[in-house]
T-cell receptor, first 113, second 110 residues
Framework: KAGVTQTPRYLIKTRGQQVTLSCSPI?????VSWYQQTPGQGLQFLFE???????NKGNFPGRFSGRQFSNSRSEMNVSTLELGDSALYLC????????????FGEGSRLTVL | AQRVTQPEKLLSVFKGAPVELKCNYS??????LFWYVQYSRQRLQLLLR??SRESIKGFTADLNKGETSFHLKKPFAQEEDSAMYYC????????????FGRGTSLIVHP
């Protein structure tokens, strides 16, 4: 089975721009969750989608949004980028987040200049 | 609110020495606890979860509800254990948002 795939792996943006990141879950997995990883804060939960519906949302501003498509692929969008948004964004999939184990992608490293 | 604390940013030991990575949590209900590991240039992956009560790669972790801890232990560290370790908590009762600790970097010297 192919693992969780995230694209792009690296990207550089400037303040004020917006960015879209993509995540393809493991085949058959319906839950996709997103995390922001920074050296100082560790992993922080952004949101989780299940069957195209956002089930949970973390404590991030409205500039962070996401969606999930019928094939379970998910995208997250960050608008009006700030320097502090520079981070590794991780996507994880599971058959159902209530089931426990998360399978992570390699992440998309965003640098905001 | 749920919280996970990993008090050590860095743990440095020699090969063959015992290892204990500390994890303390705060949660009012019955949590589910996990340890995730990230080896160099690899993706984050599950190491073990408390409900499995199994030993993976020689590591064990016991949930101590009295001390609200879930420390990860290995009696004899190996160089290949060098990695970043994250303790994670998942709540119950409808909210399954996972909370991760900030991670502990384990370095095992030859």
């Amino acid at each position: 089975k192919a693992g969780v795939t995230q694209t792009p792996r690296y990207l550089i943006k400037t303040r004020g721009q917006q960015v879209t990141l993509s995540c393809s879950p493991i085949s058959g997995h319906r839950s996709v969750s997103w995390y922001q990883q920074t050296p100082g804060q560790g992993l922080q939960f952004l949101f989780e989608y299940f069957s195209e519906t956002q089930r949970n949302k973390g404590n991030f501003p409205g500039r962070f949004s996401g969606r999930q498509f019928s094939n379970s692929r998910s995208e997250m969008n960050v608008s009006t980028l700030e320097l502090g948004d520079s981070a590794l964004y991780l996507c994880a999939s599971s058959s159902d987040m209530t089931a426990g184990e998360l399978f992570f992608g390699e992440g998309s490293r965003l640098t905001v200049l | 609110a749920q919280r996970v604390t990993q008090p050590e940013k860095l743990l440095s030991v020699f090969k063959g020495a015992p290892v204990e990575l500390k994890c303390n949590y705060s949660y009012s209900g019955s949590p589910e606890l996990f340890w995730y590991v990230q080896y160099s240039r690899q993706r984050l992956q599950l190491l073990l979860r408390h409900i499995s009560r199994e030993s993976i790669k020689g590591f064990t972790a016991d949930l101590n509800k009295g001390e609200t801890s879930f420390h990860l232990k290995k009696p004899f560290a190996q160089e290949e254990d060098s990695a970043m370790y994250y303790c994670a908590l998942r709540g119950s009762g409808g909210s399954y948002i996972p909370t991760f600790g900030r991670g502990t970097s384990l370095i095992v010297h030859p």
